[in-house]
């Protein structure tokens, strides 16, 4: 009992000190999950990220550059679990180091090309001008590269690009770049608050404008905290899992970031924009890597014919992403595909490739086929279907050269904002590169304006967000069975919404049909049952949160590609087919109004300096 | 059924009931075995720790010289066999190495190269694959015996290198065990790590580990700990007592080789397999 | 054909063994059964996952008592292999247990830190223009760099089960060996230095950590490495390292080992004395005859000229 008291006790000087938790907390700390001065409320941030993969660990080094800044990485796993971590190809950046004859003019353009020139031209010119810089900084961080024999690192080439640029290793270059990052971040003494639930940026004045800081549930005691901080950094990734099963991202993708920032007044710019990439298992979405189709696999429907003489008769298989994907996705709808429901896909077929030569390439493929499939494709076709890759859209980072989005104090970097880079399509080993050189971009800029200003957030209103979550939390995790449906049959209804009418192909009738049909999802969503009312990790409150931030971004993305009445990259209207550049040379921000919720579009003109668009071909 | 003898170290000093008991067990199996000509010490898990190429170009000698006998090779310790199998495979995979090592041998002045003809065996793996050499010479079936099948660390592990049943779910010595009448216990610690190899360098934690061995045997009702590795055996035998201080038990168990097990069942007596020669209980063998 | 999960609870101080029962599809993994239970049966039940594509290690658990990561082990082969319809899962063994499936990762960056875990530049190296490595130093280190951090390895860890305070978890050393390996390091020493002083020797040797790790890494064999390295850069005056060298002195000297001696040259003479009832209890057994002379081997010209240049040879190659 005395224990307990005191811990009240501890709390309440706590809550004036800095660190804010929620009034009547009763639960000890469990471990160092969170820095003890945090713990003790000590400290107020000067730079907060959250997020742990690439661009928020490169923004944490970034930041701490400046000794005398209080530097912290929120995430809600422990680092080295992200989305970052699964990228294979490698990170693009013009070195000339295996080819003289490279440009950053031609890196420029090449990404301006595979965004269907939806790109902020200025900005794809600073990324390119940094991304070169930013390799030879990996290597003096320690990133494994592959190298050539005169030392260098090597430099491979990637689909969509006319020079080879991409830094890698093995097939593993996010791995090794996180692994890297988070090295670096624990020897230069990065404080991580890991496993903490990030719920709300915390905003208070008249107009709403002044940052106090980051809400966020610490998973291990379910204690609610409020983290004083001067400046933000939003790097939670991208947001594929409102395709639930049919993405290759993480379960982690779930767009926590730009649902809070979106909160607080920053637009989500052109969020109908998503990637589909053709292969995915179609058990389960998980990706089988382009070298499929670069070593001669085929695509064929339930008849056996091989389709994509019929879309592309040139290329074939070979065709881009984004044609392959549709064309799938049409032999589905067409009723020749196989299988039903979500887990319908064509054949790919391996089998014309000698055994031999599948073994020696394709290892990895194979043995995905074979263990999530239950497939060996050295000896019959595995099922396949478009799985969603990435997430161009996100919050709009509203000054390139500093990472900031609108909001003074937030900056924005990685999958979750966007720049524009990437415009509508993003070129292979260009995330990678995103993620270093705007990670970077925003940790000096956060920095910046740490050193500028003095921290003038409310305590007080970081102390009653708190108490807000905590009663939401005590309300939602109490309802009892029966009360609603469950978090996954919302998010599976959720999901079927999304694959069949927002994703690959879109038309104005379907995407009416999903505005109510999410409208009378997220009704439900008021009242679903969570089913565990621990404090201790409790997961299924967690999903519960990643789910009502899903359904936003869905929200988002369907009236995104409701109002874009053009094909372009990766929205495709069936309704319309052909880019139209007269009307649709733009960027959707959609906006949430904080007082009602509801959410507006507005247009921003993409920003032209030297390629006029053209028609793309390759 | 002739194999080239690879000894080890122990076997000729501390461990010298493993060998004389070998012997008798192998004449009985009508299994003929020839000490391989001045082998020497496999490395113990330890050399290739000092200078890596220098442990390898040993044991490249040793298989060398069981190659030129025509013969495979019968270990009886697991680490000599990890270490042997480890060199092998070695050197059959990378044949640049085996040209390297190769040239070692031959500048140095030993007669033979490495080759890669002759597989190594241990004495258990050889009785898991000739279930038939046993039929009709199990004249002292152990009567329901309960004994502890202790497997030990390197016999197992790492897989790839071993390779003989599933690494992570053995279940070969208890199939011998009970082919020679006894009967297998599920014991707890049954594959813990008994520690003989950090016996110095860590030697608070090894004792534990003995004592944790021996004491989750006698908890399971085993009359007897049977291994395969004479290293497990020493200090499981040798350091009971302060085992058994160390975790605080009362524990007395026979700690047997398993070639001592096996002569028991082929009609052997205690004093034939070289028991007396054991440290710690032996007053509680009710077997031979 | 249905499984039956033997589930190991823990949620706020309570433990239990909880039964789940459930159809065996196609290529499900044991990350699909638990998230099948979670949505379907029990909400309750708590762990972590995040790629499902065996990168981001966040979801390693014990199944039947060997580490496994829950997204590429599929339930089918887990009930082959144990001939049974009922696996028992576990959170990873050397792990504090926050709920259920869940496990404490932050003591492990801590350990992490000791080693200095970056690789510290050589002088003519700068951010600016990079480092420059031969393809063939790379290959040094390239398979070390493949650790995804799930903890596979230091699960069923003897060293680690007894007392985690003197020694590090596997993939700590695989990190230092890796960095000691890199060439553009400046001083691959000074992280040397940490890892002995960490626990190096301390290893039991039971390769149980190789045995688990889902990259195929060899941690047990980075600790060798590491092993090796020491006695390179002078850092070999410890118990450990003195027993390694006499076990190696000894094929040189007779070609195998004596055991009457092993401890003296390890511990040093006084230490050895301390086990002077050891010995009596050996040679009481007949175990143990200080008067028995050591044989020497006949070859033992070859044996040593084998150690000599197969030492000139790689020191060569390094």
Request: proline share 4%.
């Amino acid at each position: 009992m005395s224990k307990e008291i005191s811990r009240r006790t501890f709390i309440k000087g706590a809550a004036a000190a800095g660190v804010v938790v929620a009034a009547g907390s009763y639960f000890t700390w469990n471990g160092n999950n969170i820095p003890e001065k945090v713990k003790k409320g000590d400290i107020t941030y000067d730079v907060l990220i959250i997020g742990s993969g690439g661009a928020g660990m490169r923004a944490a080094l970034a930041a701490a550059e400046n000794k005398n800044l209080k530097v912290a990485v929120m995430t809600k796993l422990v680092p080295t679990r992200s989305a970052s971590t699964m990228a294979q190809g490698g990170m693009n950046g013009v070195t000339g180091v295996s080819d003289p004859t490279d440009t950053v003019e031609s890196h420029v353009f090449d990404t301006i090309k595979g965004g269907d020139y939806l790109c902020d031209q200025d900005a794809v010119e600073y990324f390119a001008e940094r991304a070169g810089a930013n390799i030879y900084e990996m290597d003096y961080m320690g990133y494994p590269y592959n190298r050539q024999k005169d030392g260098c690192f090597h430099q491979r080439k990637m689909g969509g690009h006319s020079h080879p640029r991409a830094s890698y290793f093995e097939d593993r270059a996010g791995h090794a770049m996180v692994h890297t990052l988070f090295e670096q971040c624990l020897e230069n003494g990065i404080d991580f608050i890991s496993e903490c639930q990030m719920l709300e940026i915390s905003m208070s004045g008249e107009k709403n404008d002044q940052l106090n800081g980051v809400i966020a549930m610490d998973m291990r005691s379910g204690n609610l905290i409020g983290v004083p901080a001067k400046s933000v950094i939003i790097a939670t990734g991208g947001y594929g899992r409102v395709y639930w099963i049919r993405t290759s991202n993480p379960y982690s993708s779930t767009g926590d970031g730009i649902v809070a920032g979106m909160n607080v007044g920053i637009p989500f710019k052109d969020p109908e924009m998503v990637q589909f990439h053709p292969t995915g298992l179609s058990a389960n979405g998980v990706l089988l890597s382009e070298s499929s189709r670069a070593e001669g696999a085929q695509l064929k429907n339930k008849n056996g014919e091989r389709f994509m003489e019929k879309y592309a008769p040139e290329k074939k298989e070979l065709a881009t992403r984004d044609i392959v994907a549709r064309a799938i996705a049409t032999e589905i709808e067409q009723g020749r595909g196989v299988g039903e429901g979500i887990h319908a896909g064509v054949y790919m077929d391996f089998t014309v490739i000698p055994a031999e030569r599948i073994r020696e390439r394709l290892g990895q493929v194979a043995d995905l086929s074979k263990r999530f499939a239950g497939v060996d494709i050295t000896k019959e076709p595995v099922l396949i279907a478009p799985t969603c890759h990435y997430s161009m859209g996100g919050l709009e980072m509203a000054d390139f050269h500093t990472g900031e989005s609108r909001v003074p104090g937030i900056y924005v970097a990685g999958e979750c904002s966007c720049v524009s880079v990437h415009g509508a399509n993003r070129l292979g080993a260009n995330s990678l590169s995103e993620v270093l050189v705007f990670g970077h971009t925003a940790g000096d800029g956060a920095a910046a304006y740490a050193k500028e200003h003095n921290y003038a957030g409310s305590q007080d209103k970081l102390a009653q967000d708190c108490q807000k979550w905590k009663d939401r939390f005590e309300e939602v995790t109490s309802r009892p069975e029966g009360c609603g449906k469950t978090v996954p049959e919302i998010r599976d209804a959720m999901v079927n919404t999304m694959w069949y009418k927002a994703g690959v192909y879109r038309q104005e009738d379907q995407l009416n049909q999903a505005t109510q049909e999410l409208k009378a999802l997220e009704e439900e969503y008021k009242h679903c049952y969570v089913g565990d009312s621990s404090h201790v990790y409790n997961t299924a409150f967690e999903q519960y949160i990643e789910l009502g931030n899903l359904l936003q971004i869905s929200h988002a993305i369907v009236q995104g590609a409701l109002a874009r009445k053009e094909s372009r990259g990766g929205h495709s209207r069936r309704d319309f087919p052909k880019r139209d550049d007269k009307n649709f040379l733009k960027h959707t921000l959609i906006f949430k109004d904080q007082k009602t919720g509801e959410y507006r579009a507005e247009y921003k003109d993409v920003v032209i300096t030297k390629y006029q668009p053209k028609e793309r071909k390759y | 059924m002739k194999y080239a003898l690879f000894p080890g170290c122990v076997l000729e000093g501390a461990a010298a009931e493993a060998y004389t008991s070998l012997k008798k067990v192998c004449e009985k199996l009508g299994i003929e075995i020839e000490e391989i000509p001045n082998w020497t010490c496999c490395g113990a898990s330890h050399a290739q720790g000092v200078d890596d190429l220098a442990a390898l170009a040993v044991n490249a000698r040793n298989i060398s010289i069981a190659e030129n006998m025509g013969c495979d090779i019968m270990t009886v310790c697991n680490t000599c066999t990890l270490q042997l199998r480890t060199a092998k495979a070695r050197l059959d995979k990378d044949e640049k190495l085996r040209e390297k090592v190769n040239n070692i041998l031959k500048e140095s002045g030993h007669p033979y190269e490495y080759k890669g003809t002759s597989q190594i065996t241990h004495f258990l793996w050889i009785l898991d694959d000739h279930p038939e050499l046993l039929d009709g010479k199990i004249v002292n079936p152990l009567n329901g015996y309960k004994v502890a099948a202790y497997y030990g660390c390197h016999i197992l592990r790492p897989q790839e290198v071993m390779d003989h049943g599933d690494g992570k779910h053995p279940e070969y010595m208890e199939r011998l065990v009970r082919k020679l009448g006894a009967e297998p216990v599920w014991f707890d610690a049954n594959r813990k790590c008994c520690g003989f190899h950090a016996q110095l360098a860590a030697e608070h934690d090894v004792l534990k580990a003995t004592g944790e061995i021996v004491d989750s045997a006698d908890r399971a009702g085993a009359g007897a700990l049977v291994t395969p590795c004479p290293l497990c055996q020493m200090q499981l035998d040798m350091y009971e007592p302060e085992g058994r201080e160390a975790v605080h038990s009362q524990a007395q168990v026979p700690i047997l080789h398993l070639q001592q097990l096996v002569g028991l069942a082929l009609g052997l007596t205690k004093e034939e397999v070289g028991f007396n020669r054991h440290v710690s209980a032996q007053d509680k063998l009710k077997l031979g | 054909m249905d499984v039956k999960l033997r589930i190991h609870r823990f949620v706020e101080d309570k433990k239990w063994v909880q039964d789940y029962t459930l159809p065996v599809t196609v290529g499900m993994t044991v990350l699909e059964a638990l998230t099948q239970i979670k949505e379907h049966q029990d909400p309750t039940l708590s762990f972590t996952c995040s790629c499902r594509s065996s990168i981001c290690g966040a979801c390693a658990v014990r199944v039947n008592g060997n580490a496994e990561l829950a997204c590429e082990i599929l339930v089918e082969n887990l009930m082959k292999r144990y001939d049974t319809d009922e696996l028992t899962i576990e959170p990873l063994g050397n792990f504090r247990v926050i709920r259920d499936l869940i496990v404490d990762w932050d003591p492990k960056y801590a350990r992490i830190k000791k080693i200095k875990p970056t690789v510290h530049p050589k002088a003519e190296f700068s951010a600016e223009e990079g480092c420059k490595q031969s393809p063939e130093e790379f290959n040094k280190f390239k398979k070390l760099a493949g650790c995804i951090l799930c903890g596979s390895c230091v699960s069923e860890c003897n060293k680690n089960s007894w007392n985690q305070d003197d020694f590090l978890d596997p993939f700590v050393f695989v990190k230092a060996a890796k960095i000691t390996r890199d060439s553009r390091d400046k001083d691959p020493k000074e992280h040397l230095k940490a890892v002995v002083d960490a626990g190096l020797w301390r290893c039991f040797n039971c390769q149980e950590c190789t045995a688990k790790c889902p990259k195929g890494l060899d941690p047990a064999g980075a600790i060798e490495k590491l092993k090796e390295a020491t006695f390179k850069m002078g850092l070999d005056d410890n118990v450990g390292a003195r027993h390694a060298k006499a076990i190696y002195d000894d094929i040189s000297d007779s070609g195998t080992l004596d055991e009457s001696k092993l401890n003296i040259k390890s511990e040093g003479f006084f230490a050895a004395g301390l086990r002077a009832p050891m010995a009596l209890r050996l040679m009481r057994v007949g175990k143990m005859n200080p008067l028995d002379k050591h044989p020497v081997n006949k070859e033992i010209d070859t044996i040593r000229k084998i150690v000599k240049n197969a030492e000139a040879a790689s020191k060569e190659e390094n």
